[in-house]
C-alpha cells in the first residue's frame, strides 16, 4: 500500500496571499497523483489530476506540481471560497488519500 | 445534467449487512469505470472499491475486502455496494464517483452508514 503524507494539518494564510499545500507519497507515484478540495457537507471536487494539470473548469489560481514521490498544490491568490480541507490522491497503484490540510482563514 | 445519487444508508447493528445504491444520469454510465469512497465522521477520505465499467475487473481496500462486494447493472445505470459483517468502523458517510481520464470527476452527495447498538 502506498502511504499518502500531507503537510502541514493547518495551513493559516490570509486572503489574497498563497498558499502551498505538501503531499509525499512512501513510493514513487510518477505523475499519478490529483488535489481534490472539500468544504463542509459537500462532496469532495477534483482539482488537479496528473499531478499538474487543472481539470474542467478550475481557476488558474490553482497549480500543482512534482513527481515520483513529492508534490504541491498551490494557490496564487487566496479567495474566499478557497478555504476549505484539501486532499491528495495516488491512483498509482489502486488508490489511497492523504489525511488532509485544513486550509483556513489567518 | 451529470449526476450521481447514492441511497440504502442508515442505522445497522454491528455485523449487520446494508446494500447501497448508486442512481447515474446524464452521461453513458456504461462506459465508466466507478468508485467507491467512504468518510468517517470528522475523518479524511478512504478509498474503498473500484469496478471497471464492464464490471469484469473490480478491487477493494484491505479494510472491506471479504466483506463488502461492488456491482453493477448498467441497463439501469446504477452501481451497489453490498456491505456484510458491519463493524463500527465502517460508520462513514459513502459516495460514489466515476472516474475519468482526469480522475474521480463526479461525484455524488454521500449516504450515510451507522454502525451502532
Known amino acids: 500500500e502506498i502511504v499518502m503524507t500531507q503537510s502541514p494539518a493547518t495551513l493559516s494564510v490570509s486572503p489574497g496571499e498563497r498558499a502551498t499545500l505538501s503531499c509525499r507519497a512512501s513510493?514513487?507515484?510518477?505523475?499519478?497523483l490529483a488535489w481534490y478540495q472539500q468544504k463542509p457537507g459537500q462532496a469532495p471536487r477534483l482539482l488537479i489530476y496528473?499531478?499538474?494539470i487543472r481539470a474542467t473548469g478550475i481557476p488558474a489560481r490553482f497549480s500543482g506540481s512534482g513527481s515520483g514521490t513529492e508534490f504541491t498544490l498551490t494557490i496564487s491568490i487566496l479567495q474566499s471560497e478557497d478555504f476549505a480541507v484539501y486532499y491528495c490522491?495516488?491512483?498509482?497503484?489502486?488508490?489511497?488519500f492523504g489525511q488532509g490540510t485544513k486550509l483556513e482563514i489567518k | 445534467e451529470v449526476q450521481l445519487v447514492e441511497s440504502g444508508g442508515g442505522l445497522v447493528q454491528p455485523g449487520g449487512s446494508l446494500r447501497l445504491s448508486c442512481a447515474a444520469s446524464?452521461?453513458?454510465?456504461?462506459?465508466?469505470?466507478m468508485t467507491w469512497v467512504r468518510q468517517a465522521p470528522g475523518k479524511g477520505l478512504e478509498w474503498v472499491s473500484y469496478?471497471?465499467?464492464?464490471?469484469?475487473?473490480?478491487q477493494y481496500a484491505d479494510s472491506v475486502k471479504g466483506r463488502f462486494t461492488i456491482s453493477r447493472d448498467n441497463a439501469k445505470n446504477s452501481l451497489y455496494l453490498e456491505m456484510n459483517s458491519l463493524r463500527a468502523e465502517d460508520t462513514a458517510v459513502y459516495y460514489c464517483?466515476?472516474?475519468?481520464?482526469?480522475?474521480?470527476?463526479?461525484w455524488g452527495q454521500g449516504t450515510m452508514v451507522t454502525v451502532s447498538t
Open positions: 513510493q514513487s507515484v510518477s505523475s499519478n
Open positions: 464517483a466515476r472516474e475519468d481520464i482526469e480522475g474521480q470527476d463526479i
Open positions: 496528473g499531478a499538474s
Open positions: 469496478i471497471s465499467s464492464s464490471g469484469t475487473t473490480i
Open positions: 490522491q495516488q491512483y498509482e497503484n489502486w488508490y489511497s
Open positions: 446524464g452521461f453513458t454510465f456504461s462506459t465508466y469505470e
